[in-house]
Structures are given as structure tokens and as C-alpha cells.
């Protein structure tokens, strides 16, 4: 086991529970403060925050600027949730951060701290040392009480889609997880909100950018001209663009994206149209990733009813049968998951044992055939049940790979 590893181990993923930020205010206030000399981009969201990220980053590292980026979950290896300039994080830096943090975090008064916040003061001290000029920083979970949060004002606050998720933290109306992720909008700092949220959460948006004195922008709607799973073209305000990742809900982040380049335009940084284009050009592991042409193979990390309808609609963009492998964590609300991808492959099969909340494959094939769909549950790991569909997957017919980051992660790092 590495160095950072037995440090990060000692703590749970969730530690205890909060009420404010004052836990990770001490645990930052005890490795110096980094996170007050930095500048930010602060992204939020139910969907799509980490697409947007990814292209934001491109964006500015394109443009000339030492750029951090930090995102969560990893998708293949804890390193790949700290970069600069598209660079992970190597387990030689992580263990001289973890040096410096462990005896930071034994020593502060606030106990009880969790993994994810470990992790955040270890990548900003990291991105103070390598001189990052700006850092776009997605949150773990809400917004108002995210770790995240204890920033000072960032450049500009970003929302992409909001819908259910996390309820039982966030809250189990829209307007209470709107609020939540609205929670990352400061004073003097402008916003940018996806375009297509429901009424309710432009409104809770609204108010708090009002609140705070702070102008918020929202994209106009994009006119799409080609789109499909494996990348799209749009135009937007006249200008025609194309972004790398597939499905419509792409051009929806993507306009997001343009727009938040606009605002770091309006704040001094100068960003050529050029680096733009660059930044939608970005691809994320296990966001409708083709891993195999030949048979075609497709693996999507959506695991909530809205990220498991976007990869609905990029699958109806491919002309051909589909079969599924598919797996879902307990904790999710798998039955309208379900619904959504029901109807997006002629066979499902279910599998468990990547994640320990995984659901039970025979639970989620119940649940497929109660939706109208035709599953199996499959008794051999995901990764031996994935080389068993490929070996009898009949020519012309795509196999999907989906239902949950965890799973995905077995296969983003892999060719097929």
C-alpha cells in the first residue's frame, strides 16, 4: 500500500456528518490556506459538471494557462481526480502532500473529517505548488455544504443540470437540491446556469444570484445539426461549433462551457477562439466512451434517471440491435433508471460485486422485466460476464456497458 493510501484509509468516505463548513475550514486552515491564493472556476450540478469541467480545463490550458482541475469520483485511478494541464497527479506527489497533511489533519481540533475532504486540501496545496493560475474545481456532492465550498469567491460559479439525486442529503424536493447546488453562488461573483432546468430551479437560482448581488447568465438554446454518440456539431449564437462527447445533453454543457468563457473573457483572461474550439474537443472515460469499433462497445457511468436519459438518447442515434450489461448501486433510484433504458436494448444482463452498495443483479433484473425489459442476472463477475456477451454477441449488434460509475471504472482504462 502507498504512502497517501494508508494516510487517506484512515478515514471514512463520508466522515461525520455536517451541519456547515467548519470542519473543512479547520482541516485547510491547518495546511495553510492554499485555496486563499488561487483563483477559481466552481462547478455544480446533478449532470453534466463533470463534462463542463473537462472542457473548461482544455479551454484555458489551450489558451496559455497553468490550469488545476479537480473532479470526483475517479474514473480509473484516484490520480486522475488531481491535474494541471491534463496532467494526473503522480503517486510520488501525492505521497510528499500526505506528508505534509497527515500530521495537518491529526493536529487540527475539528475531527471526523472524510476522504474527499483529505483529498481537497491535498490537491490545493498541490495546485499552490505548481502555480496553477486558475483552478476549475467540481463539487463531491450539493454545493452549499460541499467541501468545495470553503473557496472565496470564485471567477465565476457554474450549474449544470439539476434533477434527483443524493436525496435523502440534498433533499427530496427540486427546489431543496436547487438550493443546495445554488449554494456555491457568491456575492460579487457572476453564475452561469444550464440551459433546460426546470422552472423551479431557474427561479431558486435566480433568487439567490439575486441575493448576492450577482449577474446570472443563461445560455441561449442551441440549434443542433448533427448529433450522435460519438461526438456533435451546433450552432450557437451564429457560430457553428463541435463538441467530442456525444449525446444532445453535450451541446447543452457545451454552450454552458462557452458562456463561462465568456465571463473569465469579461475578467481579464484572454482566451483566443481557437482554445475554445480546443477545449470541445474534451473527452471523459465512461461518458458515452466507444471502447471497441469492432464489435461496437459503448460504456456510459449515468447512473441517475436524467444521466441514464441522456445515454437513452445517444444510444437512439446508433442504427443497430443493442445488448446490455448493466449493474446499479442500492442507494440509486434504479426503478426509473430502468424505465428510461428499457427500451434501449433487446437484452439485459445484470451484474453485482463492483462496488460494495452494488444492487443485487436478480433485484435489478426484476426490475428490468417489470419495466417490460428482457434481463438476466448473470452469477459471474461483470468482467467475465462482459467476455462472455462479446464472445456470443451476434455481428451487427452493439453491446452497452452501463448503470454505474463503479462499473464503468472496470472497463474505462481498457480496450476491448
Do not use: W
Request: glycine share 10%; with cysteine.
Amino acid at each position: 500500500m502507498k504512502r497517501y493510501e494508508r494516510f487517506i484509509g484512515k478515514y471514512t468516505k463520508l466522515g461525520r456528518k455536517v451541519g456547515d463548513l467548519s470542519r473543512i475550514r479547520a482541516l485547510m486552515q491547518a495546511v495553510g490556506d492554499p485555496q486563499e491564493r488561487l483563483k477559481f472556476v466552481h462547478i455544480a450540478g446533478t449532470n453534466g459538471k463533470g463534462s463542463i469541467a473537462e472542457m473548461t480545463a482544455r479551454a484555458l490550458t489551450a489558451a496559455g494557462y497553468r490550469t488545476g482541475l479537480f473532479t470526483s469520483p475517479y474514473i480509473i485511478r484516484y490520480n486522475d481526480r488531481i491535474r494541471v494541464d491534463g496532467r494526473e497527479i503522480t503517486d510520488s506527489e501525492l505521497d510528499a502532500l500526505a506528508d505534509i497533511a497527515e500530521p495537518a489533519a491529526e493536529g487540527a481540533e475539528e475531527p471526523g473529517f472524510s476522504q474527499f475532504e483529505i483529498t481537497q486540501a491535498m490537491a490545493m496545496l498541490h495546485y499552490e505548488h505548481c502555480g496553477c493560475d486558475v483552478v476549475v474545481l467540481e463539487t463531491g456532492l450539493g454545493g452549499a455544504l460541499d467541501s468545495t465550498n470553503v473557496i472565496p469567491p470564485p471567477l465565476v460559479s457554474v450549474i449544470g443540470s439539476v434533477s434527483f439525486d443524493h436525496t435523502a442529503i440534498l433533499g427530496d424536493t427540486i427546489e431543496q437540491i436547487a438550493a443546495q447546488k445554488a449554494g456555491i453562488i457568491k456575492r460579487g461573483s457572476p453564475a452561469v446556469l444550464s440551459y433546460g432546468n426546470p422552472q423551479e430551479v431557474e427561479g431558486v437560482m435566480r433568487r439567490r444570484a439575486e441575493e448576492c448581488g450577482s449577474k446570472l447568465i443563461i445560455p441561449a438554446k442551441a440549434k443542433p445539426v448533427r448529433v450522435t454518440a460519438f461526438g456533435s456539431e451546433f450552432v450557437y449564437k451564429g457560430i457553428r461549433y463541435e463538441v467530442a462527447m456525444g449525446g444532445a445533453h453535450q451541446i447543452v454543457n457545451a454552450c454552458t462551457v462557452l458562456e463561462t468563457l465568456e465571463v473569465l473573457k469579461s475578467r481579464g483572461f484572454e482566451i483566443p477562439e481557437a482554445a475554445v474550439r480546443e477545449g470541445l474537443k474534451a473527452v471523459i472515460p465512461a461518458r458515452v466512451q466507444m471502447l471497441s469499433r469492432e464489435p461496437l462497445v459503448i460504456l456510459d457511468g449515468g447512473h441517475n434517471p436524467d444521466g441514464v436519459k441522456a445515454l437513452a438518447a445517444a444510444l437512439d442515434t446508433i442504427d443497430c440491435p443493442k445488448r446490455a450489461v448493466i449493474g446499479m448501486l442500492s442507494d440509486k433510484d434504479s426503478a426509473s433508471a430502468v424505465r428510461e433504458l428499457v427500451g434501449c436494448a433487446e437484452r439485459f444482463v445484470c451484474v453485482e460485486g463492483f462496488a460494495p452498495n452494488a444492487r443485487s443483479a436478480a433485484e435489478l433484473a426484476e426490475l428490468i422485466r417489470q419495466a417490460g425489459g428482457n434481463a438476466e442476472a448473470s452469477t459471474v463477475p461483470p468482467e467475465e460476464t462482459v467476455a462472455r456477451e462479446l464472445e456470443a454477441l451476434p455481428h451487427g449488434t452493439a453491446l452497452v456497458i452501463c448503470g454505474s460509475l463503479y462499473l464503468a471504472s472496470i472497463f474505462a482504462g481498457k480496450e476491448l
